[in-house]
């Protein structure tokens, strides 16, 4: 089983940064997926960024791209989300999701490809 652990969560003025933490136990595969969505009430599940190992770059949502980074910390087995000019539409709840495989670039978007949630942070940013 994994066990996806978030935090870095808060409340920023429009145009401030956060970072966004995921710590991973429990995976099975050197080879594997990793993946932040964010969440609305009211509206669909929306991707925002998403990496995989052993080998691929970083994919981000339009939305986001420019501003968003992902990475890992592979000492600490955890990856993160920095998020810099932060813009009222980003807030959200924001979750890490996680796949044992490495999923192939068209699934990265796609949710329901991943077989593991965190519970969420809370990203408020206001105007």
């Known amino acids: 089983q994994v066990q996806l652990v978030e935090s870095g969560g808060g409340l920023v003025q429009a145009g401030a940064s956060l970072r966004l933490s995921c710590a991973v136990s429990g995976r099975t595969s050197s080879s594997y997926s990793m993946a932040w969505f964010r969440q609305i009430p009211g509206k669909e599940r929306e991707f925002v960024a998403a990496i995989r190992w052993p080998s691929g770059g970083p994919v981000f949502a339009d939305s986001v791209k420019g501003r968003f980074t992902i990475s890992r910390d592979n000492a600490k087995d955890t990856a993160y989300l920095q998020m810099n000019s932060l813009k009222p539409e980003d807030a959200a709840v924001y979750h890490c999701?996680?796949?044992?495989?490495?999923?192939?670039?068209?699934?990265?978007?796609?949710?329901?490809?991943?077989?593991?949630w965190g519970q969420g942070t809370q990203v408020t940013v206001s105007s």
């Open positions: 999701a996680f796949d044992n495989s490495r999923l192939i670039l068209s699934r990265l978007r796609d949710g329901e490809a991943y077989g593991y």
